[in-house]
């Protein structure tokens, strides 16, 4: 399979724990996104590397987010001290030098 | 401010029949338009796109059409199947740009 992979598929974590989540993108592709999804809404952009460097953040990424990507190909996302309202939907994608973008699985945060 | 409004929450339609989708926008500075589909617990899948520079692209069962004028495109899938049913986002962007601006979605239910 080479599409978007990202993992873990759900995590339910505790209030106030931390959270990391990957995303390995189409090998070629030197643009990663990290969007997030509620209920009832269509995604919302959180931040974009273009290979290893990330070029833009929303203000939707708060200071309990940082996201990473070493080497310009995985990339990582981490939330740390996890309150209720960030159980989402994350989802990477990543594309090739245009805004045309290809979605992974996504990752189901629970936090209870 | 929602730049990209999908009005309609939910169309239902019979198999064989058109489905129409629509979306309107209101930043002038987009200038490139995608459709994606997003089954439940999935991440949104590419369907078609367009560019500015054009007023419709086809795409087997699916065409896309701009008003630009309007800022204004729709979705057309015929003949609707019952495999299409699944959550339906327009989103945006300007060609130069990095992120995806969404709509709400709109949940089709093609109907056998």
């Known amino acids: 399979d080479t599409g978007v992979s990202q993992d873990p598929r759900h995590k339910i974590t505790k209030r106030g724990q931390n959270v990391t989540f990957r995303c390995d993108p189409i090998s070629e592709h030197n643009r990663l996104y990290w969007y997030r999804q509620t209920l009832g809404q269509g995604p919302e952009f959180l931040t974009y590397f273009q290979n290893e460097a990330q070029l833009e953040k929303s203000r939707l990424l708060s200071d309990r987010f940082s996201a990473e990507r070493p080497k310009g190909s995985f990339s990582t996302l981490e939330i740390q001290r996890t309150e209720q309202g960030d159980s989402a939907m994350y989802l990477c994608?990543?594309?090739?030098?245009?805004?045309?973008?290809?979605f992974g699985q996504g990752t189901r945060l629970t936090v209870v | 401010d929602q730049q990209v409004k999908q009005n309609s929450p939910s169309l239902s339609v019979q198999e064989g029949r058109i489905s129409i989708l629509n979306c309107d926008y209101t930043?002038?500075?987009?200038?490139?338009f995608l459709w994606y589909k997003k089954y439940p617990a999935e991440g949104p899948t590419f369907l078609i796109s367009?560019?500015?520079?054009?007023d419709k692209n086809e795409d087997g069962r699916f065409t896309v059409f701009l008003n630009k004028s309007a800022k204004h495109l729709s979705l057309h899938i015929v003949p609707s199947q019952p495999g299409d049913s699944a959550v339906y986002f327009c989103a945006a962007s300007e060609t130069s740009g990095s992120r995806l601006t969404f709509g709400e979605g709109t949940q089709l239910t093609v109907n056998p």
């Open positions: 367009i560019s500015s520079i054009k």
């Open positions: 930043n002038s500075m987009f200038d490139y």
């Open positions: 994608a990543s594309g090739y030098s245009s805004p045309l973008a290809f």
